[in-house]
């Protein structure tokens, strides 16, 4: 069973940054990040395929990247400009078995997800 494992999660003030690791067991074509706050729902926030190719929820274009290093097998949000918004437990997420990707799916049961990583973004 394919397992992913974060890190690099903690508390700052709004404007600072933080970069987030993800080390996974398996690959797949499909991987990304996704984030959820207290009382909302769970929300794809980057993906990447195997190809390389990036999408990011409007929320976060311009502030956050992703990247992976396949050689390591890890996966990175790096997370500039954080605002209180941004405040919520984030997870690793993969989907094995598709040829498609999207934050959605990603965020959707479809997905395999770590344990997560709390962020917390202060006023």
């Known amino acids: 069973q394919a397992q992913l494992v974060e890190s690099g999660g903690g508390s700052v003030q709004s404007g600072g940054a933080l970069r987030l690791s993800c080390v996974y067991t398996?690959?797949?074509?499909?991987m990304g990040w996704v984030r959820q706050a207290p009382g909302k729902e769970r929300e794809g926030v980057a993906y990447i395929t195997s190809g390389g190719t990036t999408r990011y929820v409007d929320s976060v274009k311009g502030r956050f990247t992703i990247s992976q290093e396949k050689a390591k097998r890890t996966l990175y949000l790096q997370m500039n400009s954080l605002k209180p918004e941004d405040t919520a437990m984030y997870y690793c997420?993969?989907?094995?078995?598709?040829?498609?990707?999207?934050?959605?799916?990603?965020?959707?049961?479809?997905?395999?997800w770590g344990q997560g990583t709390q962020v917390t973004v202060s006023s």
């Open positions: 398996t690959s797949t074509f499909c």
């Open positions: 997420a993969a989907v094995y078995r598709s040829s498609s990707c999207s934050n959605s799916l990603l965020a959707s049961t479809d997905a395999t």
